[in-house]
């Protein structure tokens, strides 16, 4: 039983860390990788939200070692 929630306590943790990493990356990190997430509406945002919260490692190493503005 301490086992499942060791394991519900971690996927809440990361969770909780990808929400609010999401909420930067959907404001202002996407243009960090993409030059034309600048110019993204608000709804695509929100369908990216979800996604963001799932892959937001991924997100933030992509982001966050990207030294310059994006090649377009």
Known sequence: MQTAETILAAFGVYAALGALFSLWFVTLGAARIDAAAKAMP???????????VALWPLLAWRSLARKGPPVA
């Open 42 to 52: 608000a709804q695509a945002r929100v369908m990216i939200f979800p996604g963001c």
